[in-house]
């Protein structure tokens, strides 16, 4: 089985940043795309950044300047830092890993993130 851990999520001022983590354990033998998504009350869960293992990024077009996606591959932990949060980026974010054999999916609980106007 693979368990992902989240951590990081909280109530920030618009302006403010945030870092999110996720720790990536149990049977894994090779991380393909790691990423972050979010779902905001109402609305469909989405993309906001993903990282493949050879460390290309993407990033949802409200997101881009503002958030950074990193991997420490060592450690099967992704990173999302936000920076100048926006009331528009409150949702509850979910870490997702894709494993590069099986292909299979996971995610993780989910973390709220409350930006405040």
């Known amino acids: 089985q693979v368990q992902l851990v989240e951590s990081g999520g909280g109530l920030v001022q618009a302006g403010g940043s945030l870092g999110l983590s996720c720790l990536a354990s149990?049977?894994?033998?090779?991380?393909?795309?790691m990423g972050w998504y979010r779902q905001a009350p109402g609305k469909q869960r989405e993309l906001v950044a993903g990282i493949s293992s050879g460390g290309g990024t993407n990033y949802v077009d409200s997101v881009k300047g503002r958030f950074t996606i990193s991997r420490d591959n060592a450690k099967n932990t992704v990173y999302l830092q936000m920076n100048s949060l926006k009331p528009e980026d409150t949702a509850v974010y979910y870490c997702?890993?894709?494993?590069?054999?099986?292909?299979?999916?996971?995610w993780g609980q989910g973390t709220p993130v409350t930006v405040s106007s």
């Open positions: 149990g049977s894994i033998t090779e991380i393909n795309v």
């Open positions: 997702n890993i894709r494993l590069l054999v099986t292909k299979n999916n996971y």
